[in-house]
Nanobody, 120 residues
Framework: VQLQASGGGLVQAGGSLRLSCAAS????????MGWYRQPPGKQRDFVAY???????DYADSVKGRFTISRDNAKNTVYLQMNSLKSEDTAVYYC???????????????WGQGTQVTVSS
């Protein structure tokens, strides 16, 4: 599975951005799609996931501000990020998994990352 992410950029605190990630290749094997992020100098952390059936979950730090959605027909996952804070600054990575365990364990496919910078 190949992943192409887009939508990152520079935004002021309190602003919004929408990330997109399109999957191609053996997409029939993809059940879970979602996002991780890696702030400067820190480890990569889970942000949100959504399953093919629409089940989803978020990291506590983004609940109420970020919304994940998915268009199964287009094999694309989106991350709407509102009320952005400086601590949301990170490289955001799209990822997939055949199972939820595979997604959370990082054993699926990864995109190239897109930079999100929130200025305070």
């Amino acid at each position: 599975v190949q992943l192409q992410a887009s939508g990152g950029g520079l935004v002021q605190a309190g602003g919004s951005l929408r990330l997109s990630c399109a999957a191609s290749g053996n997409v029939f094997r993809v059940n879970v799609m979602g996002w991780y992020r890696q702030p400067p100098g820190k480890q990569r952390d889970f942000v949100a996931y959504i399953t093919r059936g629409g089940n989803m979950d978020y990291a506590d730090s983004v609940k109420g501000r970020f919304t994940i959605s998915r268009d199964n027909a287009k094999n694309t996952v989106y991350l709407q990020m509102n009320s952005l804070k400086s601590e949301d600054t990170a490289v955001y990575y799209c990822a997939t998994g055949e199972t939820l365990g595979g997604f959370l364990g990082g054993s699926g496919s990864w995109g190239q990352g897109t930079q999100v910078t929130v200025s305070s």
